[in-house]
């Protein structure tokens, strides 16, 4: 009888560098795609340009639209399918498993440029992973859109390729669909419920923030990766789908307030960056926090400076939460929010072949995070 202990160290966790050393192949499938139909060599380097990679400063980083928007970041989405797939089957992955898990992987990380892609010209944003937005860059403009289109694109040619034989192939499909329209539906919520130029304090309610979280981010984040490892290893079955379904997607929401209150209370040299949700107007738990226990005074503070340009007018707003002790509320959040997602990973039922090991280790990346 194999204990406990044993059978989690049967399973492996993937590495960056790992992951990464997936991608020129990809790469090279989705430029002799391009090829089949004679696009001119120019503009056969501009799609390399989004799609590649090179050495920088010692990690891989975007270079040229694959080059710049599908490689180069952190990659948690897309590592979830190997590590997921690997604990389902506690054990290790062969070569093939792991090229397949991988590439799943690689198409989630593509969804993920496509959103930042578009989400950059839209929230008309200056920076993307420290260098220029792409369509800030040098000789791209709004070809941009058309470029967002393309890594869409790469999906489903990869998945073509790769898939079509594969008895989930249909199931993958529309798959990729629906979580794609479901992250456009909690992408349009946040486009008109916090334009980052009209400030409208009562367009704001947790209700619509928990829908475009769940809708935004939830769903691609969490649960995507997941399904597509329960698809791919064919388990996919009504009652695990609908059990990873019901974990992930608060797990995801937990995230997101995580998120939220690290961009007012976290470290910048711990998360990374310096925080903007004030500045910018977000429709963030914070401010739907503080709406909800708000006296008529400190509605007032809200509506004077939330959504302002100015650091003045942001440090009245921190100072605001810190009165109003937003800080202890996340806190009673967060172990209300965990408490609860422990709970249903210990009612997990095994029987067709989901683990509950996948839930916990996602947990565990996310509780109590600072970055």
């Not at 795609?33 to 990690?59: C, D, F, H, I």
């Not at 921190?318 to 937003?326: A, E, F, I, T």
Request: aromatic fraction near 10%; include cysteine; proline fraction near 3%.
């Amino acid at each position: 009888m194999i204990d406990e202990k044993t059978r989690r160290e049967m399973a492996t966790k993937t590495t960056l560098k790992e992951f990464e050393s997936v991608f020129p192949k990809l790469e090279e499938d989705l430029l002799n795609w391009a090829k089949g139909y004679n696009l001119p060599q120019q503009y056969l380097e501009w799609y390399k340009k989004m799609n590649t990679v090179r050495k920088r400063s010692g990690m891989l980083a975007a270079l040229l639209s694959l080059e710049v928007n599908a490689v180069g970041g952190k990659c948690n989405r897309g590592m979830s399918v190997p590590d997921s797939v690997s604990l389902l089957l506690n054990r290790a992955l062969t070569e093939e498993e792991y090229f397949q898990a991988a590439t799943l992987g690689w198409m989630i990380e593509l969804l993920q440029a496509f959103f930042l892609v578009s989400d950059d010209i839209m929230d008309s944003s200056i920076t993307r992973r420290g260098k220029p937005c792409w369509y800030r860059q040098e000789g791209v403009g709004m070809v941009a859109i058309n470029d967002a289109f393309m890594l869409e694109s790469a999906i489903y040619t990869l998945l073509k390729k790769h898939f079509r034989s594969h008895p989930c192939y249909v199931d993958m499909l529309e798959l990729f669909h629906e979580v794609t329209l479901q992250t456009e539906l909690g992408q349009l919520c946040d486009l008109l419920t916090a334009p980052e130029d009209i400030v409208n304090l009562d367009n704001f309610s947790l209700e619509k923030y928990s829908f475009i979280v769940i809708y935004k981010t939830a769903y691609y984040s969490f649960y995507l990766p997941v399904a597509l490892a329960l698809q791919m290893l064919n388990i996919a079955t009504p009652k695990n789908l609908k059990q990873a379904e019901d974990i992930l997607i608060p797990m995801g929401e937990y995230f997101q307030v995580q998120d939220d209150y690290l961009d007012n209370f976290g470290l910048p040299e711990h998360i990374g960056k310096i925080g903007t949700d004030i500045m910018d107007n977000k429709c963030s738990w914070l401010v739907n926090q503080a709406l909800k226990i708000a006296t008529p005074e400190q509605r007032k503070i809200l509506e004077d400076h939330y959504g302002r340009k100015d650091s003045a007018h942001e440090a009245e707003i921190k100072k605001l939460y810190n009165d109003m002790k937003l800080e202890q509320i996340y806190q009673d959040f967060e172990e209300k929010s965990v408490s609860s997602l422990k709970e249903k990973i210990s009612q997990i039922d095994e029987s067709q072949g989901l683990k509950k090991e996948i839930f916990e280790a996602f947990l565990s990346k996310i509780y109590k995070r600072s970055k």
